[in-house]
C-alpha cells in the first residue's frame, strides 16, 4: 500500500535556530495531513493540521507547509528550544468516499534533538 | 479539551494472561476510536479501528480473536490482548476522535506491555 515516508530519520539543531522537518507521501488520494510530535514514553501531541486547498498554515511557533505538486509537506519550527527534543510524526488521511477515510497512515517519524 | 486517558501505563504479566486496556475521552464523546502499535524506535501502525456500538474493523494482518476491542460507549472503548505472549510485548496506544475524517486523532499516553 502507499505510506508515508520522512527523509531525515534525525536532525539535531542548537537552541534558538529554526528547525525544518520533512515529509513525503505518496498516496494522492490523502487530503488532510497532522503533524504530531511525541515525547519518550507517551502518545503523540497534536501540532496542527492542513487541509489540502490550503498550502500553509502557521500556528505559535510552527508553520505548516503543503507542496502538491510533489507531494511534499514540512513543519517548521521557530526559535527551536530543549523542550522540542522529540520524535516528530507527519500523518495523512484519505479523502471521503474511501474505505480508508478517517485512518491516520504515519510517517517513519524524525528524531529532533536541540542543544542547549 | 480533547483529553484522551489510558490506562494502565505499564503492565508486566506472564505469559498466557490475558491483558485488558482502557481508553476514555474524558471532555468529549468519541464516535471513533483507534488502536495503534509501536515498537521501540518505529512508527505508529494501526491496528484496528472502532466504532461505538459495532463491531471494530481491523486493520490486514491483525487478529481480532487475539486483540478483542469494545467501544461499548462513546467515552470509553476497550482492548484485551488475550493468551499474551512474549511476542506481543509492546507499547499500545489509543487515540479518539468525535468525527472521522478532518479531525485530529486525540491520544492517550500509551501502555507499555511486556510479556514474560
Known amino acids: 500500500g502507499e505510506s508515508v515516508g520522512l527523509h531525515l530519520p534525525t536532525l539535531s539543531v542548537q537552541e534558538g535556530d529554526n528547525s525544518i522537518i520533512n515529509c513525503a507521501y505518496s498516496n494522492s488520494a490523502s487530503d488532510y495531513f497532522i503533524w504530531y510530535k511525541q515525547e519518550s514514553g507517551k502518545g503523540p501531541q497534536f501540532i496542527i493540521d492542513?487541509?489540502?486547498?490550503?498550502d500553509k498554515r502557521q500556528g505559535q511557533r510552527v508553520t505548516v507547509l503543503l507542496n502538491k505538486t510533489v507531494k511534499h509537506l514540512s513543519l517548521q519550527i521557530a526559535a527551536t528550544q530543549p523542550g522540542d527534543s522529540a520524535v516528530y510524526f507527519c500523518a495523512e488521511n484519505p479523502r471521503a468516499g474511501g474505505t480508508s477515510y478517517g485512518k491516520l497512515t504515519f510517517g517513519q517519524g524524525t528524531i529532533l534533538t536541540v542543544h542547549p | 479539551g480533547a483529553v484522551v486517558s489510558q490506562h494502565p501505563s505499564w503492565v508486566i504479566c506472564k505469559s498466557g494472561t490475558s491483558v485488558k486496556i482502557e481508553c476514555r475521552s474524558l471532555?468529549?464523546?468519541?464516535?471513533?476510536m483507534f488502536w495503534y502499535r509501536q515498537f521501540p524506535k518505529q512508527s505508529l501502525m494501526l491496528m484496528a479501528t472502532?466504532?461505538?456500538?459495532?463491531?471494530?474493523?481491523?486493520e490486514q494482518g491483525v487478529e481480532k480473536d487475539k486483540f478483542l476491542i469494545n467501544h461499548a460507549s462513546l467515552t470509553l472503548s476497550t482492548l484485551t490482548v488475550t493468551s499474551a505472549h512474549p511476542e506481543d510485548s509492546s507499547f499500545y496506544i489509543c487515540s479518539a476522535s468525535s468525527a472521522r475524517g478532518h479531525q485530529p486523532q486525540h491520544f492517550g499516553d500509551g501502555t507499555r506491555l511486556s510479556i514474560l
Open positions: 492542513i487541509r489540502s486547498n490550503m
Open positions: 471532555d468529549f464523546q468519541a464516535t471513533t
Open positions: 472502532s466504532n461505538e456500538g459495532s463491531k471494530a474493523t481491523y
